[in-house]
């Protein structure tokens, strides 16, 4: 808060405070004055009650006096009078006597026949009734005299009218005495506050009556040099009104003075009433009313003047609050800005009135606006018409809360062509919209380089779409997720969603199977690999794939599947099997040549050797070929040759190995076979090939016969060639024995044989 609001609230405040003090002191002015005109007309308006009640007495008495003063010749005797006056004082009650003086004061008649003989007159009054009878006398004149005490010891004041007997000469008066006790409770009646004082003063300051009682003021006289009373009767007026008198002892007091002489009415002194007030009780209450409005007032003061000094620290604690969050919010402003202008997009801010508040540096730029001109400018100036009616259902969008982006082609200023990203973004603030931020990204870049990607995809997919080989993409768990029109060829499927989640390897053949998942694994695991394997296509193509596998990652490096390329090497694969076969078989027979033999038969060996089973070999050879040769030409022989072959194939079983050696040589494996059971073979291989009829293409019938050399795997570590060697060696003995015989190998060899070696013949 500034020194000038502070200021300020104090003075409004002190302000305020004096406004209503001066207001309040008005108007306890005003009820002081009210206070004083509301006391002053109350106290004449009782002065008015005694006065009019004096008057109505007065006059009464001077009539009443008149009366008696008439009838006097006419009442006698003495008693009748006294009757006659008893009954008159009798009616008056504010009268105590009425008696009839003679000149000397005695009673000649009176209410009271007890004082009639007395001389009733004080002795001051009477001298002023001798000086009325001495030739002052006026009979129309109502003669009121000063307090005295009566004959009986009352203090009264004698009210008198004179008589003249029967010649006119002065005979006395005719008088009556007011009683006090009468006036007394008069008085004391229109008394309305205890500190309420009430006098009834004779003309010449005796006081007659007063109220409350109070000592010696019965007997005092008011008629002093400079009294009050004394000012009355000299002012000549009727009333006078005394708002604040002070006597040299006592408080101040109001008072009202009013002389009571009725109108027509002839008296020689008239009487005055005098009614006087504390001015302290007057005032009492305003007074009370004063000082508690003070004491209000005063805690007013204090209040307000606490409450603006805590307000004001409070506001001061605000005011620092406001400061160090206004320094944060342009701290936060300032680092926002040299972020926004440090970024790589344009940052605005429109209100909802569509006035920029904000703009960073390249939404400035962009524009060509500096600051102070963007900031304040409606956003339809700034677009343009064009650009504005193309935006405007975005931005009305944005004001109703929802987010917007949209892609904007622009012509910068440069007159070349610029690719745009827009958000707007809704400033929503408890439900209200207030404007939306605009961030707008210069995507040109991005668009060259995706248009870029696109053709360069293009030409990927061209070149996979045209690609003679198979290419195919596996998910991480080995299902088909892309196939090239070469690959889907290949496994004989019409469409890229017939093979689409397909498991890879459940669709090659089930032996390559374990395989071709292990190659999976390998390369989940990041490693290539490359795996060969058969397939039978959805069609039923029989087809050999040599499959080579890489992991595909995403831009996180983490493996997402497998691509695969898998080139179709069936002619290859069939070609190599040709080789293969060739290298193996002996081409004028169809059987294992020598060296394909001598595996298969180690593999037989082997498998022997592994699981324990019998083993024989035979060696047989067909006797005097070269005779054959010789007698019927080479081709004959041949075809002795592949008669021999046909024969052992259809003689021995599809488990035992054949092969021709070379010439007329075979030798035979016979697995899980022991050397009786092999002699058997032998044997019925040797009547079979001796019943076997060659014919040539003169018609002429070859026969022919061979020995059979046979041997069975005694010694567990024997190998091959050493069977071989022994079976050679039996079909030695076999020759040497006269040939179409079968001759077994014995290991104790003693006289086996023709040549006594380690054979025997069979037959
Ligand atoms: N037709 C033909 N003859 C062959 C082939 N290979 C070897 N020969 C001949 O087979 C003959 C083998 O003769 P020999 O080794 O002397 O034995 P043999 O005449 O059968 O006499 P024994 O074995 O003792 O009964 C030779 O004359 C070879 O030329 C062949 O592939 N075809």
């Not at 070469?486 to 004989?492: D, N, V």
Request: charged letters at 25%; aromatic letters at 8%.
């Amino acid at each position: 808060m500034k020194p000038d609001s502070l200021f300020a609230q104090r003075s409004i405040v002190a302000v305020a405070l004096v406004v209503l003090g001066i207001a309040a002191i008005l108007n306890y002015v005003q009820e002081h004055v009210r206070v004083f005109n509301r006391e002053q007309d109350r106290l004449q308006t009782q002065a008015h009650v005694i006065e009019e009640n004096l008057n109505q007495t007065l006059v009464a008495l001077n009539g009443v006096l008149g009366d008696i003063r008439q009838q006097l010749p006419a009442v006698e005797p003495a008693d009748n009078l006294n009757r006659y006056l008893k009954t008159l004082s009798d009616g008056m009650p504010s009268v105590r006597t009425l008696a009839v003086l003679d000149v000397n004061g005695h009673a000649l008649a009176a209410s009271r026949p007890e004082l009639v003989g007395f001389q009733l007159i004080d002795p001051d009054y009477r001298q002023q009734a001798e000086f009325q009878m001495a030739g002052r006398l006026d009979i129309d004149t109502l003669y009121i005299s000063p307090p005295f005490r009566s004959t009986l010891g009352a203090f009264v004041i004698g009210v008198s009218r004179t008589w003249t007997d029967s010649r006119g000469k002065v005979g006395g008066v005719v008088i009556a005495t007011l009683d006090r006790n009468y006036f007394s409770p008069l008085l004391d009646s229109i008394r309305y506050a205890p500190d309420m004082k009430a006098a009834l003063v004779h003309w010449d300051g005796d006081v007659f009556l007063a109220e409350p009682e109070q000592n010696g003021l019965a007997d005092a006289n008011f008629l002093r040099q400079g009294s009050f009373f004394a000012e009355h009767r000299q002012s000549g007026r009727d009333i006078t009104v005394l708002p604040h008198v002070r006597f040299s002892q006592g408080d101040a007091r109001m008072m009202i003075q009013r002389t009571v002489k009725p109108a027509g009415l002839k008296m020689d002194k008239p009487l005055v009433v005098e009614i006087d007030r504390s001015v302290d009780e007057i005032y009492a209450t305003w007074r009370r009313d004063a000082r508690l409005f003070a004491a209000l007032y005063t805690l007013i003061l204090i209040t307000s003047l606490f409450v603006l000094h805590a307000y004001q620290r409070k506001q001061k604690e605000a005011d620092l609050r406001e400061a160090a969050a206004a320094q944060r919010i342009e701290a936060s402003e300032r680092f926002m800005k040299t972020i926004t202008d440090h970024l790589p997009a344009m940052v605005a801010y429109w209100t909802d009135e569509l006035r920029c508040r904000f703009a960073n540096g390249a939404y400035l730029e962009w524009f060509g606006k500096a600051p102070q001109e963007l900031i304040g400018t409606r956003i339809q100036d700034l677009l343009g018409e064009e650009l504005f009616r193309k935006n405007e259902p975005y931005i009305r969008a944005a004001l109703q809360g929802e987010r917007q982006q949209f892609a904007r082609t622009l012509i910068k200023a440069d007159g070349s062509t610029g690719y745009t990203w827009a958000q707007y973004i809704p400033d929503r603030q408890e439900g209200i919209v207030h404007g939306f931020f605009v961030l707008v990204s210069d995507v040109t870049p991005l668009k060259e380089a995706e248009r870029a990607l696109a053709e360069s995809e293009w030409k990927l997919r061209t070149i996979i779409e045209t690609e003679p080989e198979c290419v195919t993409l596996l998910a991480a768990d080995g299902t088909v997720q892309q196939m090239n029109p070469a690959g889907l060829a290949m496994f004989g499927a019409a469409s890229e969603q017939q093979v689409a989640g397909t498991s890879m390897g459940g669709m090659i053949d089930a032996p390559y199977q374990p395989a071709f998942n292990a190659l999976l694994a390998d390369v989940g695991e990041g490693k290539s690999g490359t795996l060969t394997f058969e397939l039978v296509g959805l069609t039923g193509i029989h087809c050999w794939l040599e499959c080579h596998a890489v992991p595909m990652r995403d831009r996180n490096e983490r493996i997402t599947g497998s691509l695969c390329v898998m080139r179709d090497i069936t002619d290859r694969k069939k070609a190599e099997q040709e080789l293969q076969h060739l290298a193996q078989t002996d081409s004028l027979t169809g059987l294992a040549n020598r060296r394909h033999f001598m595996a298969l038969a180690e593999q037989e060996l082997e498998h022997c050797s592994r699981y324990g089973g019998p083993l024989a070999v035979l060696m047989a050879d067909i006797d005097r070929f070269k005779k054959i040769n010789d007698t019927h030409g080479h081709k004959c022989g041949d075809a002795v040759i592949r008669r021999m072959a046909e024969l052992c194939r259809k003689t021995l079983r599809s488990a035992d190995v054949v092969g021709r050696l070379g010439g007329e040589e075979f030798a035979v494996v016979l697995p899980e076979t022991d050397l009786r059971h092999a002699v058997d073979v032998a044997e019925l291989l040797r009547q079979r090939i001796g019943q076997a009829e060659v014919h040539t293409d003169t018609g002429e019938v070859i026969r022919f016969t061979v020995s059979i050399g046979v041997a069975s795997r005694t010694d567990k570590n024997a190998d091959i060639e050493t069977l071989l060697a022994q079976a050679d060696e039996a079909l030695y003995a076999a020759k040497n024995s006269g040939r179409d015989k079968v001759c077994e190998y014995e290991a104790a060899a003693t006289g086996v044989g023709e040549n006594g070696g380690a054979a025997r013949p069979k037959s």
